[in-house]
T-cell receptor, first 114, second 111 residues
Framework: NAGVMQNPRHLVRRRGQEARLRCSPMKGHSHVYWYRQLPEEGLKFMVYLQKENIIDESGMPKERFSAEFPKEGPSILRIQQVVRGDSAAYFC????????????FGPGTRLTVL | GENVEQHPSTLSVQEGDSAVIKCTYSDSASNYFPWYKQELGKRPQLIIDIRSNVGEKKDQRIAVTLNKTAKHFSLHITETQPEDSAVYFCAASRGNTPLVFGKGTRLSVIA
């Protein structure tokens, strides 16, 4: 039973380019959360999605960032026109339906903006 | 919204000693409190969690206590080993909601 998958594991972009980060939740999980971790800091919530719905995007910057979790396929976090300050590790986590609320994390995508 | 404070930020212990990390939270509606261990360059891994209907939970050398009245919870690691060295994060949530994390504690176990 595969865990949470993320790709790519490392992504290098130049300022102004777009970054697309993918997350496939654990089998049977329908809740996906994205978190950002800056070097030597804790994890900050960005966005919470269920299939085809954004439930809470209060932690996501209003501009340049968007997220989706389509009916088929992985959840995608998209960052347009990246800037150096976007360099961070982006983790997604998934949890199951019902009362199961344990969140399991993927390996993360380390984004470097040159 | 929820705010989680974690102390200490760094902790060094001798191998075999105990380590205690403490967290406080602000939202009285929070009812789920997990602890994650993160090694350098790796994903956060759940090591233990506790829900608001229990006061203490133990798993081998790891235990977590919860005081809902005071809104604080603690992680206890006994008989520490070098492989326990990592950054530990506490978090709080209301269930299937985003986790609010503390800033982490860097634990070093000295052999």
């Amino acid at each position: 039973n595969a865990g949470v998958m993320q790709n790519p594991r490392h992504l290098v972009r130049r300022r102004g380019q777009e970054a697309r980060l993918r997350c496939s939740p654990m089998k049977g999980h329908s809740h996906v959360y994205w978190y950002r971790q800056l070097p030597e800091e804790g994890l900050k919530f960005m966005v919470y999605l269920q299939k085809e719905n954004i439930i809470d995007e209060s932690g996501m910057p209003k501009e340049r960032f968007s997220a989706e979790f389509p009916k088929e396929g992985p959840s995608i976090l998209r960052i347009q026109q990246v800037v150096r300050g976007d360099s961070a590790a982006y983790f997604c986590a998934s949890s199951g339906t019902g009362t199961t609320d344990t969140q399991y994390f993927g390996p993360g995508t380390r984004l470097t903006v040159l | 919204g929820e705010n989680v404070e974690q102390h200490p930020s760094t902790l060094s212990v001798q191998e075999g000693d105990s380590a205690v990390i403490k967290c406080t939270y602000s939202d009285s509606a929070s009812n789920y409190f997990p602890w994650y261990k993160q090694e350098l360059g790796k994903r956060p891994q759940l090591i233990i969690d506790i829900r608001s209907n229990v006061g203490e939970k133990k798993d081998q050398r790891i235990a977590v206590t919860l005081n809902k009245t005071a809104k604080h919870f603690s992680l206890h690691i006994t008989e520490t080993q070098p492989e326990d060295s990592a950054v530990y994060f506490c978090a709080a949530s209301r269930g299937n909601t985003p986790l609010v994390f503390g800033k982490g504690t860097r634990l070093s176990v000295i052999a």
